[in-house]
């Protein structure tokens, strides 16, 4: 029965967890809907070049992302 609970608080934790766009990888980065793989090796290459996003709204800057698409993803990234 614990591990039943368990599993459901991991999930919906989940389900609800924000990924760090300074720290994911192109495969977690992929995971987010509207990001593809191209778009995820663009964040990480900008990251690489240009250092640790200081916000969200700095996604605009990376090839490929614009307002309706950081709009749609906000909810689901975070910068820590």
Do not use: C, H, P, Q
């Amino acid at each position: 029965m614990k591990k039943i609970l368990f599993m459901l608080v991991f999930l919906v934790v989940s389900l609800f967890a924000k990924i760090d766009i300074n720290n994911a990888d192109v495969k977690t980065l992929s995971s987010i809907k509207g990001l593809g793989e191209k778009k995820a090796e663009a964040i990480i290459d900008y990251r690489d070049k240009n250092g640790k996003f200081k916000s969200v709204d700095e996604l605009l800057n990376v090839k490929g992302i614009g307002k309706k698409l950081l709009e749609k993803i906000t909810e689901e990234v975070e910068v820590k």
